[in-house]
């Protein structure tokens, strides 16, 4: 099966940026929408950003809208995510994954966005 590797994330101080990277192994998710999801601790997993195959089509969480973009180059079967004017709020990890989200979907690891104040 698809696995997705996402990298890019680190520590970074309030109002910086970050651009998250997500590279599918071992396959490819043509045709597909794909989304970003991320979990702080204590919280549920919940929804970024989500864009279709073609790109036409483009949603963000509320609390992005205006400082995240997400895109993607087919050709390389990755999907992006990049973050500016970054929150502490947005502390958490961040993980990509087809959407709407697979039943009995397999998580990848994710990776780690810390922001300080």
């Known amino acids: 099966q698809v696995q997705l590797v996402e990298t890019g994330g680190g520590l970074v101080q309030a109002g910086g940026s970050l651009r998250l990277s997500c590279a599918a192994s071992?396959?490819?998710?043509?045709?597909?929408?794909m989304g970003w999801f991320r979990q702080a601790p204590g919280k549920e997993r919940e929804f970024v950003a989500r864009?279709?195959?073609?790109?036409?089509?483009?949603d963000y969480a509320d609390s992005v809208k205006g400082r995240f973009t997400i895109s993607r180059d087919n050709a390389r079967n990755t999907v992006f995510l990049q973050m500016n004017s970054l929150k502490p709020e947005d502390t958490a990890v961040y993980y990509c994954?087809?959407?709407?989200?697979?039943?009995?979907?397999?998580w990848g690891q994710g990776t780690q966005v810390t922001v300080s104040s």
């Open positions: 864009i279709s195959w073609t790109s036409r089509i483009i």
């Open positions: 994954n087809r959407y709407p989200i697979p039943p009995d979907t397999d």
């Open positions: 071992g396959g490819t998710f043509s045709g597909v929408a």
